[in-house]
């Protein structure tokens, strides 16, 4: 049984008074019901973790300290390699081959992704996701000219000219 103190519960609340993210809110709350005296599936059903969950909690909360209890480690999308501005100045020069009615292709800007942050990336789907950020799309050239008659009319013209 982990234990934390009334004096701990008493530090706990009010460090989720300061936090904005829920899900550290809750683990905190865990941790503050704890010290107050509750046991594992009281709290459990105020804060609608599993019993056993909130016995790890407790216990990593009496490990390794509020701090590290606090956030999950994850970053979100602070893993980008490039600045907004830089993407977009990237971005522009096949923006301006497109409309010169150059193909562009995936590989291409992968390609130059990879030089311009200095990291050669194992698969595209990060190149997907930051084309996708910014609202790049996958366009794919008609096969036939949209202007093109139908089979039916140039066969009835060659009919006409060979005569």
């Not at 609340?13 to 905190?28: I, P």
Request: overall charge positive.
């Amino acid at each position: 049984m982990y234990k934390i103190s009334k004096e701990e519960a008493k530090n706990i609340r009010q460090e989720m008074e300061k936090t904005t993210d829920s899900k550290a809110y809750a683990k905190l709350q865990a941790a503050a019901l704890r010290g107050e005296g509750f046991s594992n599936d009281q709290i459990a059903s105020i804060t609608g973790y599993n019993s056993n969950y909130v016995g790890e909690l407790c216990k990593q909360f009496v490990q390794d300290g509020m701090e590290k209890y606090k956030s999950d480690g994850r970053k979100g999308r602070n893993n980008r390699h490039m600045t907004e501005a830089e993407a977009m100045a990237f971005l522009e020069q096949f923006h301006e081959k497109a409309i010169k009615g150059h193909v562009v292709s995936l590989d291409e800007i992968a390609k130059a992704y990879d030089e311009a942050v200095g990291i050669k990336h194992k698969s595209l789907s990060s190149i997907y996701y930051f084309l996708h950020l910014y609202d790049w799309r996958k366009i794919i050239p008609k096969k036939q000219h949209p202007g093109k008659a139908s089979d039916e009319v140039i066969e009835a013209s060659k009919k006409l000219t060979l005569s």
